[in-house]
């Protein structure tokens, strides 16, 4: 299974962009439950947003709920992250990762495989 995400870029604040994670390989994409994690410079990796397999259920972190939208579109083995309102603070590199057969999850440790990361930069 890969995952190659993309996306990323140069934003000023208040702007948006979409991300998105295609999987590819041996995969039934709708049976992976889905997510989006970030790691600003010099700190954790941490949760963003997930979605489950049907894309019926979606969880998000505190700091992105209202402002970030995950999605998937299981014909294309894409999944999306619409971003807006962006803060200097949501510098990072997003990357996503994928979950076969598991629920929501927001700990990095339940999922087994890992795009390589687009970088998001917030300017002031």
């Known amino acids: 299974v890969q995952l190659q995400a993309s996306g990323g870029g140069l934003v000023q604040t208040g702007g948006s962009l979409r991300l998105s994670c295609e999987v590819s390989?041996?995969?039934?994409?709708?049976?992976?439950?889905m997510g989006w994690f970030r790691q600003a410079p010099g700190k954790e990796r941490e949760f963003v947003a997930a979605?489950?397999?049907?894309?019926?259920?979606?969880y998000y972190a505190d700091s992105v709920k209202g402002r970030f939208t995950i999605s998937r579109d299981n014909a294309k083995n894409t999944v999306y992250l619409q971003m807006s309102g962006l803060k200097p603070e949501d510098t990072a590199v997003y990357y996503c990762?994928?979950?076969?057969?598991?629920?929501?999850?927001?700990?990095?440790?339940?999922?087994?495989?890992w795009g390589q990361g687009t970088e998001v930069t917030v300017s002031s």
């Open positions: 990762a994928a979950d076969y057969g598991g629920s929501v999850s927001y700990a990095h440790w339940s999922y087994a495989y």
């Open positions: 979605i489950n397999g049907g894309g019926g259920f979606t």
């Open positions: 390989g041996r995969t039934f994409f709708s049976s992976y439950s």
